[in-house]
């Protein structure tokens, strides 16, 4: 099956054309700058890339640029667009009710929207996304992938906050966990690289990249994962905070006169390694060259990142009373070389042991601890594009 894949952000929209027997992406690429001045990247696999500016006024008018580049007689990858079998859209959120990836009706689009408290900069923007791909190509299943429904798998333990309860029945206060179609997919190729027991395992997932989050899954299943009721809990992040106590926004507030939406934004926007580097960057490669050349700043902010994923691994480790193999994906889990070190200098008590050659490696599985190593490391390239198109597949049919 053809299956188009959407990634549709509130100005951008990344797409991917997979087959599905193959697994194999046909053309790829992007729409920029959208309602501004709009530009196409097209990548037909084989092919010569192309770049163009082209008024695209709505995500409509984005899409349907797509689709003219797919079906193009010189440089397209169909001869119509029948041969779209499905399109498989990512969501950020799916609020309480969803729990696995949907076949997407009314009720499935009512839901979207009601969840966008919860998603406000992304389940607009992917609704978008879904209304113009049901307004071009009518007719066609089009599947919902949730960030989300991964982590509903968790038990109470890991999901409630200790706050009042009627925040939970009232507003479904609760963990859901994002990066759930990487944890997903990671995990699941982590048990096949490393022939584990698909039915008996314990295993931790470090997604590491702008944003990051760790996830603890037992047999198929997870228990438990580092983001919360948004994607600002868990993990230092490129811009976010990650955990921290409430109390410092009242201090700041009543100290800087800021309110409490204005506070988070900056914990979102303006935190981070970016925050801790006093504004350098949220990008590794620059604060590890910053930090090589003597700037404390970074090298502290990189080194409470690792320190913090650490911690992480050691209390899933803990939770899960123990671990088989732990994968690292991610921008930074697949090139970090001195950022997987240093994490991973942190677990000698698991009996983790790190082959620095190994640990080279870039961009794709490789099992980086040493043959005697307790629990197995590896990196586990994270491809989120081809595990919805794997769900938009198998709901397709
Ligand atoms: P992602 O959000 O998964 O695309 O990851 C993006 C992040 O990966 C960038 O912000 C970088 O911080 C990080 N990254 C990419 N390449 C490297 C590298 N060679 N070393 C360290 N970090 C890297």
Known sequence: MNILVINCGSSSLKYQLIDSETEQVSAKGLCERIALDGRLTYQPTGGEKEVGDFPMPTHEEAIQLVLDRLVNPETGVLKSLDEVDAIGHRVLHGGHKITSSVLIDDEVIATIDEAKDLGPLHNPANLIG????????????????????????????????????????????????????????????????????????????????????????????????????TPLEGLIMGTRSGDIDPAVLEYIARKEGKDVFELVNILNKKSGV?????GLSSDFRDLDAAAKDGNELAANAVQAFCYRVAKYIGSYAAAMNGVDAIALTGGI?????????????????????????????????????????????????????????????????
């Open 274 to 278: 970016f925050g801790m580097s006093n």
């Open 130 to 229: 879904i209304k113009a791909c049901m307004k071009l190509m009518p007719g066609k299943p089009n599947v919902a992938v949730f960030d989300t429904t991964f982590g509903m798998a968790m038990p109470p333990k890991a999901y409630m906050y200790a706050v009042p309860h009627e925040w939970y029945e009232k507003y479904h206060v609760r963990r859901y966990g994002f990066h759930g179609t990487s944890h997903s997919f990671v995990s699941k190729e982590l048990v096949k690289f490393l022939n584990l027991d698909p039915n008996n395992h314990k295993v931790i997932v470090c997604h590491l990249g702008n944003g990051s989050s760790v996830s603890a899954t037992v047999n198929g299943k997870c228990v438990d994962t580092s983001m919360g009721l």
């Open 333 to 397: 889990g697949e090139n970090g070389v001195g950022e997987r070190d240093k994490i991973l200098s942190y677990l000698g008590y698991l009996g983790v042991t790190i082959d620095a050659e190994a640990n080279k490696t870039r961009g794709k599985n490789q099992i980086i601890s040493t043959p005697d190593s307790k629990v197995t490391v590896a990196i586990i390239p994270t491809n989120e594009e081809l595990a919805i198109a794997r769900d938009t597949a198998m709901l397709a049919k």
